[in-house]
């Protein structure tokens, strides 16, 4: 069992705010402009994947649900808002209209299937071992956490399992 620190949440949606603005920064149209088509998809298609992987990757880093749905929504919104304050810098203008002329409904699918890619790489990191927590006080029973400190013998009195300590 491989135990992940609490704490690192915050970084790890840290970490996806950035990445969703970067991801988004390189394919905006100024960085764009200038090239040719082809090198206009070579940005756009691996852009397409950066979004999923980075989802993804939330989950292997840390495989815990409210953490995989938070940060994959947290990466989408910093790519959404960097291309809308690009769009529009003037926040404080903005229209409900003009907000939901911004939002392509392709990201929106692919920030659900993202969020769904994210619960399954956690799955598959849990069924690694990864899991995110402390690791149990080696002197508790590993079934029902009753303190062995002064038991004897290597079944725990309280329910039974055995190597408990
Ligand atoms: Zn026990």
Known sequence: ???????????VIASAVLAGAVISAIALPPTMQALSVSQRVA?????NFALPACAMAIGLVFPLKRSCLIGTVALFFAFWMVRALYRDPAIWAWTPKEVLSFTSPILVVSMLVSCIFSLVAAAGAKALGRQVGRP???????????????AAGATCPECGHLGGG
């Open 1 to 11: 069992m491989r135990w992940i620190n609490p704490k690192h949440e915050l970084p």
């Open 43 to 47: 940005i756009v298609v691996p852009v």
């Open 136 to 150: 149990p006080e080696p002197w508790l029973c590993r079934a029902c956490g009753y303190d062995l400190r002064g």
